[in-house]
């Protein structure tokens, strides 16, 4: 398909998003719901970031807070301590490194842009959880991924009730996109908070129409690597969804998505290689 040109700036540069990017994961929290992804010592920390960007990541999103069903709650300063550590570590090692934050706590943003230059914030909360990030962003100048999801974290495991689920997810991005640009924040994101307030059902209802999501002229995130709505339609567990989670984001960047969020670069990297070698003739 052929795609709208969008740009977002981060790091003090314009990325164009002429074709595809892969964001890679790299969890600081002991419970996250993807084993494998968990990173707590300074050793596995750097060992995943090299693993991260030699395998062709473009941003490397660093995560304090588990968002999984059931997760432990994580004080804000234990969240920050996290994630610095991480940060520091990599930008001694990688000092060029693109470098997402994950976190919905204003407090947690404010810090890392501030101290660490970091210029993306990966909000779950959708500015939601914490009335406060909106206000943040304006004034540390990050790009901002919106996420759908519920207003309120502790419901953001249950399934809402949908009309017409495509509808209303893009009323949503409506409205929180007019509140963010009326504090002039443009630099804008969407992720279809995949597994957030949706089941499964809802959830491939949604993705069958990312398509129509090109209307708002921004890149579009699509993090579906491992969850749950690949690991109930194949009867695996996070371990073994890996396969699912390639087929889907390969359909991910045919219906027009511009950053596949992954535990698992290297095969994400190679989804994109295949379709831009594809769309080259087109």
């Not at 990325?15 to 994961?25: K, N, Q, S």
């Not at 953001?156 to 495509?166: F, G, S």
């Amino acid at each position: 398909m052929r795609r709208n040109i969008k740009t977002v700036k981060f790091n003090n540069s314009l990325h164009v998003f002429d074709f595809p990017i892969v964001m890679g994961i790299l969890n600081v929290t002991p419970d996250s719901f993807y084993s494998t992804s968990r990173n707590v010592s300074e050793i596995e920390i750097l060992h995943s970031a090299e693993k991260i960007l030699t395998e062709g990541a473009n941003i490397i999103d660093i995560g304090g807070f588990s968002t999984r069903p059931n997760a432990e709650m994580v004080h804000q300063d234990e969240e920050i301590r996290r994630v610095c550590v991480a940060i520091e570590l990599i930008l001694k090692r990688f000092p060029t490194t693109v470098i997402s934050v994950d976190t919905f706590r204003a407090g947690v943003a404010e810090v890392v842009c501030r101290n660490y230059n970091v210029r993306i914030i990966n909000d779950v909360g959708g500015g939601m959880w914490d009335e406060r990030m909106f206000e943040t962003i304006a004034r540390t100048h990050a790009a901002y991924i919106l996420m759908h999801t519920s207003p309120a974290m502790c419901s953001m495991t249950v399934p809402c009730e949908y009309d017409n689920i495509a509808a209303e997810v893009i009323s949503f991005f409506n409205n929180r996109i007019k509140k963010l640009n009326e504090l002039n924040i443009n630099d804008i994101i969407l992720d279809f908070g995949f597994g957030f307030a949706k089941n499964t059902e809802q959830n491939y209802d949604l993705f069958s129409k990312i398509k129509y999501f090109d209307v708002f002229d921004l890149p579009l995130l699509v993090g579906i690597s491992r969850k749950s709505m690949l690991q109930r339609l194949l009867g695996v567990d996070s371990g073994g969804a890996l396969n699912g989670t390639s087929s889907l984001n390969t359909l991910a960047l045919v219906q027009g998505a511009d950053i596949l969020r992954v535990h698992d670069v290297h095969e994400a990297v190679e989804a994109v290689k295949i379709y831009k070698k594809v769309e080259s003739f087109n």
